[in-house]
């Protein structure tokens, strides 16, 4: 489906395969379950997909090729777990993805005139206790009634409840129902609905009965219809269609539960981010190309033809320029050549059981097809499990070559992708009021709005006094074009952007305020850098007294944890009072006060043009 006249034809999936999509502990869950989902998704062209019995540990987004998974946290057990799988392009009108525990989630989206709430359930089968059911529909019953009564409302999901076809529920049931009567867990569902000013569609659509069972027993003896779509009363005719796709094959036994809503949906236009290419630096490691590098890059740079009237960034950009043909021509850049461990053996071992899976469905009777199929099931999970153990090897074998070899940039790379598991991503990002936020450009001006709140620090309430220098009226020839160039300390504009990347310290990765910024800097200013900081060193030693121990060469904290330990122990032995005082500043070093920093410098008189240099280079 795609947008066109800011109408969206949204296919709704309730219970779409009810596998285990556990990726973070494949030796529990089965290897490739996300893989074969997302590919059954873009088969049947779906934007929007409920899953249950997601089975992993934590909240999160991850993307799969078209795909991102917004799931919830699963229960001590590792069982339970829902969440969305949302295309790429409905992204942008996400507001909200809230858990609200391992059997309800949520998900918000931001249509042309209303807000769409959709409530993802997992509800207890019809054997649980009735209190663990009651507990369920109350957790549900507050989560319907928080949301504003705008909202077009969705519950849909596995809600293990069988609705009959009796005249007495109507209108909340429709009259084509597969099953005849109504069960426990249908009656509680019903009641549900009618305190909540909801209607079960997905009792609303005549189809054949292969089209209404949601789920069947593993002997395939049995298909119940217990998994079905609730809707506002209010906007009930904005979904168009429900059935069953029993052609998707997930490896479950449930099937599935495809919907059509028509609705408006703002249209957000997205751009594309620019791509980094990085160069193939590992080749300087040969002392042939490296030496070849060197000579060719110094007789390039030499040959450059400036302008002695140009001034510095276009001198710098002429420089730049040629650094990067050079390089380009030389090394080349880097080929990123992914192996993913779900190959075509994996592809073909899935297509097989789906065809054995499809020849049974025809003919549920034949018992030789039904046996073909749950060897070809078996089969794929063997194929799955021992490709996903032979990429794995493979990547060890990789690494033992690599530290042989002494590559010990690439054999930690290797270790750290084997060691580390599974690294979540995060997508969105959290407002104040708990909203996400979900647009690119959006997500930017936060992060912008963050880090200039902390990197742009107040002005500090005490300031320096430093008195005028004397100035000398005697005159003075015009200064020579070299004296210029010395005294002008302007560096290249481009040499003042700074590339900042957050990075995540604990919490919640959806908070910017859990981040702390590194700043990625030009490498040729970084020269420049440690060139003052070579000339600065000397000079701030012979200020800096023993008291300090970190952040210096050969020192650290060890003494000073010495004397307090000392401290205290004379403390007990004299039967004296002690009193410490720690000092934490938030940020510190993400905070200081460029100005009170030049200030420093100029009143404990170092160099004047090491003073201006730093001023100039203070990004």
């Known amino acids: 489906m795609s947008l066109s006249h800011e109408q969206l034809v949204t296919d709704i ?37 409920a899953l249950q019995e997601i089975r992993w540990d934590d909240t999160g987004t991850i993307d799969i090729q078209e795909t991102t998974i917004l799931y919830g946290k699963c229960n001590e057990q590792r069982q339970f777990g829902t969440g969305f799988a949302v295309h790429k392009s409905l992204i942008p009108n996400i507001r909200e993805f809230k858990d609200i525990n391992p059997r309800i989630s949520l998900l918000t989206m931001k249509a042309h005139f209303f807000e769409i709430t959709f409530i993802n359930v997992h509800a207890p089968s019809e054997d649980k206790p009735q209190e663990e059911k009651d507990d369920f529909y109350v957790n549900l019953d507050l989560t319907l009634n928080a949301l504003p009564q705008y909202r077009i409302k969705i519950v849909l999901g596995d809600l293990n409840a069988k609705i009959g076809k009796e005249a007495v529920f109507r209108p909340i049931i429709g009259s084509h129902s597969l099953h005849e009567t109504t069960n426990d867990n249908g009656l ?8 909540n000013g909801l209607v079960v569609k997905s009792t609303m659509f005549p189809h054949k009965n292969i089209y209404k069972g949601t789920w069947m027993s593993p002997d395939g003896r049995y298909v119940n219809q217990i998994d079905h779509v609730l809707v506002s009363v209010r906007f009930k005719n904005c979904i168009q269609d429900i059935r069953t796709m029993r052609g998707a094959d997930g490896d479950s036994d449930h099937y599935l539960v495809k919907g059509k809503m028509k ?9 594309k981010g620019t791509v980094v290419d990085k160069y193939d630096t590992a080749k300087l490691n040969n002392v042939n190309t490296c030496e070849r590098f060197k000579y060719l890059m110094s007789e390039k740079i030499r040959r450059i033809n400036t302008d002695i009237n140009d001034s510095i960034d276009t001198k710098w950009k002429k420089i730049k320029d040629t650094i990067k043909v050079v390089t380009e021509s030389e090394i080349g850049k880097v080929k990123t050549v992914r192996k993913p461990w779900f190959n075509d053996i994996c592809e073909d071992a899935l297509n097989r059981r789906k065809e054995a899976r499809n020849q049974w469905l025809n003919d549920q009777h034949n018992i030789e097809k039904e046996i073909a199929y749950k060897e070809c099931q078996k089969s794929a999970s063997r194929v799955f499990r021992n490709e996903k153990r032979k990429c794995t090897r493979n990547l060890l074998e990789e690494a033992e070559v690599d530290s042989r070899m002494n590559r010990t940039r ?8 084997i060691r580390g598991g599974y690294k979540k991503h995060n997508k969105f990002l959290k407002n104040e009021d708990g909203s996400l936020t979900t647009g690119q450009e959006e997500i930017l001006e936060k992060w912008r709005q963050y880090f200039g709140q902390i990197l742009n620090c107040e002005n500090p309430e005490e300031t320096f006094e430093f008195p005028l220098v004397e100035t000398n009226d005697c005159e003075c020839l015009p200064p020579t074009r070299n004296e210029i160039k010395q005294q ?44 003052l900081l070579d000339r600065i060193q000397p000079i701030a030693e012979e200020i800096i007294g023993d008291y300090q121990g970190g952040f210096k060469p050969n020192r650290s904290t060890t003494d000073q944890i010495f004397v307090i330990r000392q401290t205290l122990q004379k403390m007990w032995e004299f039967n004296k009072d002690v009193y410490i005082l720690f000092v934490d500043f938030k940020k510190a070093y993400d905070s200081i006060h460029r100005a009170s920093l030049i200030n420093i410098l100029r009143e404990f008189k170092f160099p004047k043009k090491l003073v201006n240099l730093v001023e100039a280079s203070t990004v």
């Open 13 to 49: 999936v309730a219970n779409c395969v009810k596998a285990l999509l556990n990726l973070l502990n494949y030796q529990l869950l089965k290897p490739g379950a996300a893989q074969n989902i997302v590919k059954e998704i873009e088969k049947y062209k779906v934007k929007l997909v």
């Open 188 to 195: 509680r569902l019903i009641d549900f609905a009618c305190g």
């Open 263 to 271: 609705v408006k949906i703002k249209k957000v236009t997205r751009k």
């Open 410 to 417: 690439q054999l930690y790379q290797k270790v750290n992708s």
């Open 488 to 531: 002008e300390e302007r560096l290249p504009e481009e040499w003042n952007t700074a590339l900042v990347c957050p990075i995540h310290k604990k919490n919640d990765p959806q908070i910017c305020s859990n981040y702390r910024g590194i700043a990625l800097l030009n490498v040729t200013y970084k020269i420049l850098a440690y060139c």
